[in-house]
Nanobody, 125 residues
Framework: EVQLVDSGGGSVVTGGSLRLSCTTS????????LGWFRQAAGKEREALAQ???????RYADSVRGRFTISQENAKNSRYLQMNNLKPEDTAMYYC???????????????????WGQGTQVTVSS
């Protein structure tokens, strides 16, 4: 069974930092795309960053320069380092896996088959 467990959320003030973690298990492929998404109350799910097994990364314009995605393949773990957080970053954050390809091609949440349970990030002013 494919499982993703995301963690690391919390409450910070504007300008603070958090590091989210996503640990995967049961994925039968070595090469796939891992993405981070967020969903704020009343808004659609937003793609933030992606990484493939080779370490190639992609970022949404809204977080480029502030967020960094990384991985430790030996630990089946991916991370999202979030710096200079703003109140508009407040949302539930999810990691998700697109198992169709070895590289990242899509930003669409519907193309990601497996999802973590989510971890809440709250940024206060």
């Amino acid at each position: 069974e494919v499982q993703l467990v995301d963690s690391g959320g919390g409450s910070v003030v504007t300008g603070g930092s958090l590091r989210l973690s996503c640990t995967t298990s049961g994925i039968p492929y070595k090469h796939y795309c891992l993405g981070w998404f967020r969903q704020a109350a009343g808004k659609e799910r937003e793609a933030l960053a992606q990484i493939d097994a080779d370490g190639d990364t992609r970022y949404a314009d809204s977080v480029r320069g502030r967020f960094t995605i990384s991985q430790e393949n030996a630990k089946n773990s991916r991370y999202l380092q979030m710096n200079n957080l703003k109140p508009e970053d407040t949302a539930m954050y999810y990691c998700a896996a697109d198992l169709r390809f070895s590289r990242c091609f899509s930003w669409r949440p519907d193309d990601f088959e497996a999802w973590g349970q989510g971890t809440q990030v709250t940024v206060s002013s």
